[in-house]
């Protein structure tokens, strides 16, 4: 009587440990019954393989009591502890083991045998059919698990790409700093140290041409220093940007006349393809910037006699702005970078104009904040079309 009392204890114990195991949860007590009967107990002394990798294993392990690492030689893979259990594919696939299981420390074990479990599932469909959902809840888990682990890695490979661009940014600053901003204050102030010192040995037309390039200079100097200060508000998050009603036809013609004299003096035609009281909700100074530099450099790269031609066009709820010249052209293998910063460099024009290699990173980088696109096509010899867009203003 004592004894039948002891098994009848031993095996509900085992039936509530069966409802741990995810396999299993989904049966009814008769079933659990019967597997909890199946189940042989197994001690393992601390660093004792349960089973070694290339073992042929048939049957799985819950732990009652201490723990197991799952491993290949000095890798572990994961590590089990009480309730857990492992090597429930062994029920249904003889396959060589893929790891090793060694015991951490003392370890009670309950185990399983393939033949055991075939044997109560031939006897009862109802096991099959539970097994079946519970694996089914088990893949389901995996995929969610899934699902969040690639969603963590599409975060950390955004992580890595933004860590990537603040490194491109900081090195385009010093080399900046480093080159292109001290040389044009060399120039200059070699300049002035030579009209200082000798300055009563040159004639007049010498003079003018040593001014001249001061002027030149120190307008690349300022032109750079306003590029950077523009750049540095708009990395550390101090440019708002402040949305309103704004006709693109005036803004277009607002900054062509700010190069009517280069335009002349280069003897570049420059045309408007744009209609008046075209609106756009955009930054108004962001997208001006934008022109001019698009401008600017359209009038840098195109020879004498030459032309370019600004033009709008809607396209649903955007405007289509386009800045076409008929200059160099950029090579193809240029293209793909231009608007990176790790490796936009500044090319001197068709007039040895120079510019500070960050016109373009600033004109993409206001666009977007505008919620428009930019994008270049060119063909050396031919001409380059820049063009962007911006949302259309709705009353």
Excluded: C
Excluded at 241 to 270: C, Y
Aim: proline fraction near 1%; glycine fraction near 6%.
């Amino acid at each position: 009587m004592i004894r039948e009392i002891s098994e009848r204890k031993k095996t509900k114990e085992r039936i509530e440990i069966l409802k741990g195991v995810a396999i299993f949860s989904e049966s009814n007590t008769l079933i659990l019954k019967q597997l909890a009967h199946s189940l042989t107990e197994v001690e393992i002394d601390a660093n004792e393989e349960v089973f070694h990798k290339g073992d042929r294993l048939n049957a799985m392990y819950i732990i009652v009591a201490g723990s197991v690492v799952v491993h290949d030689d000095e890798h572990v893979f994961t590590k089990f502890g009480a309730n857990d259990f492992f090597g429930e594919y062994s029920l249904i696939d003889s396959s060589d083991r893929s790891a090793t299981v060694t015991a951490k420390e003392r370890t009670h074990l309950l185990r399983l045998n393939q033949d055991d479990f075939f044997n109560i599932m031939e006897n009862n469909v109802e096991v099959s059919k539970a097994i079946l959902k519970a694996l089914i809840k088990r893949l389901r888990n995996n995929n969610v698990l899934e699902e969040r682990l690639t969603k963590n890695q599409i975060k950390i490979e955004n992580q890595k790409k933004e860590l990537e661009e603040l490194n491109a940014t900081k090195d385009k600053f010093f080399t900046i700093i480093a080159h292109d901003l001290k040389n044009p204050f060399n120039t200059v102030i070699g300049l002035t140290e030579l009209l200082m010192e000798r300055y009563n040995t040159y004639d007049i037309s010498k003079i003018i041409e040593f001014i001249t390039q001061i002027n030149k200079f120190s307008n690349n100097a300022y032109n750079l220093l306003e590029d950077l200060l523009q750049w540095a508000k708009s990395q550390t998050g101090r440019m708002k940007v402040k949305s309103e009603k704004v006709d693109l036809f005036e803004l277009i013609i607002e900054n062509k006349s700010l190069f009517e004299n280069k335009s002349i003096k280069k003897g570049i035609k420059v045309t408007t393809e744009a209609i008046p009281e075209e609106y756009a909700l955009i930054d108004r100074n962001m997208v001006s910037a934008v022109i001019r530099n698009l401008l600017s450099n359209a009038l840098k790269f195109t020879k004498t006699g030459g032309e370019i031609i600004l033009r709008t066009e809607r396209e649903g709820e955007h405007y289509n702005v386009q800045i076409s010249d008929s200059g160099v052209g950029i090579p193809e293998e240029s293209l793909i970078k231009i608007f990176r910063i790790d490796s936009n460099i500044s090319t001197l024009g068709t007039d040895e104009e120079s510019g500070t290699g960050l016109g373009l990173i600033l004109s993409k980088d206001f666009v977007e904040k505008n919620n428009g696109t930019i994008s270049v096509s060119s063909k050396e010899g031919v001409g380059t079309t820049f063009q962007f867009t911006v949302p259309v203003y709705n009353d």
